[in-house]
């Protein structure tokens, strides 16, 4: 696991919107070459659990299993862009409760696969 603090003390930190399946792997690959930290930062509409239909490049669980395939040197943390409330796929008309109920159980979701 990446100690944040530390890592902030000496490195200049990338985060990576992983706009396609070969940008995030591609990214991943770079990050543990090169032997630097890396951020991948999707949006809820990139990156989306299937119980919500998915994102439009991942679901959740695909990319919590590809990050930690691809990794072998612990290099990556994934973290959130967009995550909040009428950021997913099709929030448009969902009551406010709903919208605030589906970002925190995506998130931590998210974090915790």
């Known amino acids: 696991m990446i100690d944040f603090k530390e ?16 940008v995030t792997r591609t990214a ?37 299993k590809t990050v930690k395939a691809y990794d072998t040197k612990k290099k990556v943390l994934m973290a959130r862009d967009h995550g909040g409330p009428f950021q997913g796929s099709n929030e448009e008309k969902v009551p406010e409760h709903e919208a605030y109920e589906r970002c925190f159980a995506i998130n931590t979701l998210f974090f915790v696969s």
């Open 7 to 22: 890592l902030r003390k000496e490195n200049t930190l990338l985060g990576v919107g992983p706009v396609t399946r070969a």
């Open 28 to 64: 991943i690959k770079m990050a543990n070459k090169y032997n630097v930290p890396l951020l991948l930062i999707p949006s809820r509409r990139q990156v989306e659990t299937e119980k919500l239909g998915g994102g439009y490049v991942w679901t959740t669980e695909e990319f919590s």
